[in-house]
Structures are given as C-alpha cells and as structure tokens.
C-alpha cells in the first residue's frame, strides 16, 4: 500500500535527474556483469551490485554522506522511485553501503 505512488501519485520532472536515471537504471548495470565478484556460498546476500550503483549516482549527485545516502534510500521518494523500492525501507545497511 505504501510503496511510491500508491498513496500520493509521484509524478518525476520528465527532465530532471531522477527521471533520467529512473529511466536508464535497468540499462546501465547488470548484476550479470559483476557477478564474479561476489561469493554465492561465502557470507550473506548481497544487496544487488545493479541497485548500489545506482545509489551511488544518487549519492554523487546529491553530495551526500554514507549514512545520509542510505536513509535517503528509504524515505526521499524521488530516490525510491528510481530504485524501484518501497518507501520506509532503505535499500542496504550503511556497513554493505560503504
């Protein structure tokens, strides 16, 4: 129910960042790609490689903290919205963040 645009329609800027990058995301990283660096049997799940690349461009562009990158992560809408998350729930701890 609380997921972006359920309660308050959330409507990006056609031009701004957040639109552009919500558009491109599912082009611009694939899991695929970076696999190899990841261990399927050694530690525990990984937040996807795709999703923390594109936090990290949100991150960049906004100038941003660790900390304050995650916490956006789960309740800026407009960073939700480009990560294709629910709201309230931050994509990772800081600790996989960094």
Known sequence: ????GNV???VLREKSFHAQLAKAAPTLF????IAALYSSSLGRPSVPPS???I???LQWYHGVSDLETVERSG???RWCAVLSRPAGEALCAKSPFQ
Do not use: N, T, Y
């Not at 129910?1 to 972006?4: A, E």
């Open 8 to 10: 308050f329609p959330i």
């Open 30 to 33: 694939s899991d695929d790609e």
């Open 1 to 4: 129910m609380f997921d972006v």
């Open 75 to 77: 309740c800026d809408l």
């Open 51 to 53: 999703q923390l690349a």
């Open 55 to 57: 936090l990290m461009l």
